[in-house]
């Protein structure tokens, strides 16, 4: 086509044709980039095919508009044209292109050689084009400008919203396979270890949960990958449960631009009465563009001959459809949703829906009281057995482990430790021969000439504390009777998944304190191991149950120094025969070490059980019991999926281990109070040598009074440290039995000290004199 100009200068000339230069120019520049996109093949995927595929029908779309320009209307090239309507006709599309291009990184000012890169990563990609749909927003462009890089978002974004909604159904490959569990579940722990399963929903899109487009609403980037590893969990607790065969009405994720779009996607937000429910295992309840026509339809277009009419219909639907996008885009988007933000989160509200829904499917059957899963009933067992609640198994404990009887030793000679290079001198430098026995420890666990104890003696003494206590324990745990079923599963397989078990300890030197049945550690080789069942292993993990253990071993150094505690009193009962026949004065000191020890061990049991283990504990199984019943009654819950009700488990232990100072962080005031238990067994290990005559009385009585001395200073060292400690704290006082509608507060961790502190600190005992 000639073109003749017969009125203007060469300078109009030239700015006017500089304009189709520039024009034909960005076109061909993103008809390359185009075809450098399709031929990116291992480098490309679903995503990337969307956008070129999107971008080429509007370069079609755009051709089209230029050929039905004023220059085209005329079959006589001669014809004269409007100048000024031409201009005008094409400076509109010219915007367009010139948007198109800068979105591409294909600006006319930019030359070839210096194109950036331009990212294949979906979430990149998509950011991209929103970012640039949003810019032209905030600046009022043109109206066909933020039409057509809408429609290219669009058509982007259908292969990356059909992703992300199967990442959130359940796949076609559901058998599970058969394992030696008894409940045949699937390895949940897996889930999260990094161990290279592919996903049966990932494609070549490559869809990755942990980055997401700037458009995906931040609670909803949230959700998701909780969402997807609830789906897995699910699938691996209860293959079998309703909501993966359950019809549920079509939900629809795409972009909605006009009012009427938008009107209808909030009355079905906002008027829904229910909790939406699970759609099919098929991906289509999420749909990304509503596909009337069968797939097969599309081919229909091979089967006519060439030239024959039809040949076209596959361009001519794709530019009508694009011509109807942009003729029904809206100016400006309606008052409901003003802006961008408003409108995503309306957009992706069904796939939210949805995702909130997989996660409380799953909570609720480790809520359900029925099931062998019920959360309430392992941590009730835990709680028994591991925090020695239960006044019948730590009874049992004690009789096998512990006594408080006055027995002499068959043998008459002293214990020696396991190591052979162990070696004590002939007096300690406490003052306390080498003889002396082991106060507090059961007969059988000393009666022989090493230790630790051989596996036999120990398999011996604990072999039915776990099966005695069995059927004790279901009257104790608070259900309803007719809900008691997932309890008595639980209890029934207790013997199988409880076990005491030996601690691998370092016995390098052979001077280690555990190898001395003397010392408080002399039990530290000793833990009770739990098997959880294998998909309660994302709620009680094995670094939770490590913070059971250290609990457990605290707690049996102080049951053994309260049977130690308990010998003295039993030894010193009767009045007739004073262990210090001749020195009075010591007599009495004597009688009051015994009652500030027990006072001290006596106030720390109470604090550990009632407040430190109790209260934080029974806060918790207050917090599921409502969580339950809110989940009941369609009400807000306590927890939002497992995991913060793992985290939540996990914080719990975190604030018994900080109230009984176990925390690593805590080392230095921990071993204060270690040290003042050690004193008073090592008290109580004095009593008993004097009681059987191995000490002289004489001598016995600076020792005495040396062990005084370093127990008042320990304990009011402890005072001190804990009295600096607790004054850095901003919490108030807080109250172990107060009282917040159905849930009881817990005393946390170290603002729980405060309790300990006042019960300790009440009389001052430890600043009177001897």
């Known amino acids: 086509m000639t073109i003749f100009i017969e009125a203007g200068s060469k300078i109009v000339h030239g700015s006017y044709l500089q304009q189709f ?128 890089v809408a429609y290219l978002l ?40 990094g161990d290279g399963h592919e996903e049966t929903w990932k494609d070549d899109d490559c869809l990755d949960m942990d980055r997401f487009p700037v458009f995906i609403p931040s609670d909803l980037a949230d959700i998701l990958p909780v969402a997807r590893k609830s789906l897995k969990l699910l699938e691996a607790a209860q293959p079998n449960h309703w909501i993966f065969y359950e019809a549920a009405a079509p939900q629809e994720v795409s972009w909605l631009w006009t009012e009427a779009e938008i009107q209808r996607a909030w009355r079905s937000v906002h008027l829904l009465q229910s909790t939406p429910t699970l759609p099919h295992t098929d991906c289509s309840s999420f749909r990304a563009f509503d596909n009337r026509n069968s797939v097969l339809d599309e081919f229909k277009i091979f089967d006519l001959a060439p030239g024959m009419p039809g040949a076209g219909e596959i361009d001519g639907d794709s ?17 409901i949703v003003p802006n961008l933000h408003l409108l995503c989160d309306l957009v992706f509200s069904p796939l939210h829906n949805h995702a909130t829904l997989l996660s409380s499917a799953l909570l609720s059957v480790f809520l359900d009281r029925a099931s062998f899963l019920c959360m309430d009933a392992h941590l009730i067992l835990l709680r028994s057995h591991l925090l020695l609640t239960s006044h019948v198994f730590k009874s049992r404990l004690a009789a096998a482990l512990f006594s408080d009887e006055d027995e002499s030793q068959p043998s008459g000679r002293a214990i020696k430790a396991y190591h052979p290079s162990a070696h004590r ?81 370092p016995a390098g030197t052979g001077r280690e304190r555990w190898l001395d049945p003397l010392n408080i550690e002399a039990l530290d080789f000793l833990y009770l191991d739990y098997k959880v069942p294998q998909p309660m292993e994302i709620l009680i993990p094995q670094a939770v149950l490590s913070k059971y253990q250290r609990v457990f071993s605290f707690l049996l150094r102080l049951m053994r120094v309260d049977a130690a505690i308990r010998f003295v009193f039993r030894l010193m009962r009767p009045s007739s025969a004073p262990l210090f026949s001749t020195l009075s004065a010591s007599n009495r000191l004597l009688y009051q070490f015994r009652f500030a020890a027990h006072s001290f061990i006596s106030t720390l049991s109470t604090y550990v059980y009632d407040i430190a283990i109790g ?89 005495l009074k040396a062990l005084y001395v370093a127990f008042r200073k320990k ?43 006042s019960l300790l600190d009440i009389s001052n005992w430890w600043k009177c004199g001897e």
């Not at 704290?729 to 107060?738: G, I, N, R, V, Y």
Request: hydrophobic share 40%; charged share 20%; proline share 5%.
């Open 21 to 148: 230069l520039e024009l034909g120019s960005l076109v061909r520049r993103l008809e390359v980039f185009v075809l450098g996109l399709r031929d990116r093949k291992r480098r490309s995927n679903a995503t990337v095919h969307a956008f070129a595929h999107g971008l080429s029908s509007l370069l079609s779309f755009l051709r089209h508009q230029f050929s039905d320009g004023p220059l085209f209307k005329h079959n006589d090239g001669l014809h004269g044209c409007n100048f000024a309507s031409i201009w005008l006709h094409y400076t509109e599309w010219e915007g367009v292109v010139r948007a198109l291009a800068s979105l591409c990184h294909r600006s006319i000012d930019t030359p070839p050689e210096d194109y950036p890169e331009f990212s294949m990563v979906p979430a990149d990609l998509l950011t991209l084009v929103y970012q640039a749909l949003e810019q032209h927003v905030q600046l009022s462009s043109p109206r066909s400008v933020t039409a057509v």
């Open 154 to 193: 669009t058509a982007a974004s259908q292969p990356y919203f059909a992703n992300l909604c199967k990442s959130m159904i359940r796949g076609e490959s559901g058998h599970l396979p058969s394992t030696n569990e008894k409940h045949h579940f699937l390895d949940a722990s897996a889930l999260f270890e």
């Open 319 to 335: 530019q009508s459809a694009i011509h109807k996008f942009m003729t029904t885009f809206p100016e400006s988007l309606p008052m």
């Open 425 to 505: 001198p002939k007096l300690l430098s406490d003052g306390l021969p080498q003889t002396s026995k082991a106060i507090g420890l059961a007969a059988p666990l000393i009666s022989r000439d090493t230790w630790p104890p051989g596996g036999s003696d120990l398999s011996f003494l604990l072999r039915t504390v776990i099966a005695d206590m069995q059927d004790s324990l279901c009257p104790r745990t608070g259900l309803v009777e007719e809900s008691q079923n997932g309890m008595q599963q639980v209890m029934d397989e207790a013997v199988f998944r409880l076990g005491f078990a030996v601690r691998d300890l």
């Open 615 to 703: 209260g934080n504990f029974d806060a918790f199984l207050s917090q599921i019991a409502v969580c339950r019943r809110n989940m009941a009654s369609d009400h807000p819950c306590e927890f939002r999926d497992i995991f913060d009700l793992a985290r939540t488990h996990s914080s719990v232990l975190d604030n018994i281990l900080s109230a009984c100072l176990l925390r690593s962080s805590q080392r230095g005031t921990g071993d204060i109070l270690q040290g003042a238990m050690e004193l008073v067994l090592r008290f109580c290990v004095f009593v008993g040598d004097l009681g059987d005559g191995r000490l002289e009385e004489y001598r016995a009585a600076s020792t």
């Open 715 to 757: 304990v009011a060292r402890l005072v001190k440290v804990l009295t600096v400690h607790l004054e850095k704290q901003t919490k108030p006082l807080s109250k172990a039995d107060e009282i917040d509608g159905d849930l009881r507060v817990a005393p946390g961790g170290i603002e729980s000290l405060q309790h300990f502190l």
